[in-house]
């Protein structure tokens, strides 16, 4: 409101919201460098190892963290240290090159085939590690030889595992343990033929014991004037055992067939 000489005037009223054309989109112009901060491209510059980079390599790809080559892959290396009364666990997990993964995943499997076993609970984790380190063994083996050469030469993967003295010392420990794996079954095996012998035979007038309950009978012979004597073996009648005789699994009858008596022993 505005007071002006004691009238009171009221500005025109404006269209409070007024709309502006709509402007078409503007692109902002790209910004223009300062000839001072402007970078020149780079000269292609001769790679210190390895020649030139290949065509195919893919820039955007992991990279050995040891060497910077590419292709490379995540894997994790184990190693085992046991030491008699305490152990160690070891670990190297890491983004590796094929070459040098390989000289990684050598050295701590050869460490860990010398140093692993020295304890009684290290006796069984050493073969573990070990196993579980071909997996990373089998990922760097899946890798192809590096395409990009990083800032220094990849590490020397040097001779397999089995061909290096850890391979020779290791030979013991392993041979013991497949000598222990391969027992276990046959060990199986021999016991349970053992438990399938076939059962002594009994003859009429001799006497048995029963080392099993009646509902697993076990018979064994027993001399008739020993106190462990529990039956004397009879002939089965035309009507079949007495009353109160006990009746014997056909296979300890001489035919296998035939179902003997058990009188008890003292009755
Ligand atoms: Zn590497």
Redesign the pocket.
Known sequence: MIVDGGFVTTPPPTPPYQQQPPLPYQQQPPPVPHPAYATPPMPPQPHPYGGPVPPGAMPGGAT?E??G?AP?AAVTVRGHQGMLVIMRFLRRQGV??R??GTAVFREMQADTLVQGWWGPLSAIITPFILLVNLSARSTLRALPEPTTW?WRP??DPGKSVMRRPAGLVAAIPLAALALVVLAIPVLFVIGLVAGDDPPEKLSVGSCARNDGSWSAQDLKPEPCGSSGAEFQVTEPGAEGCPAGDYLAYPKYSADGVTTLCLHPVGR
């Open positions: 050995c040891v060497c080559a490379a590796f090159c070459p040098c990083g990849p590490l």
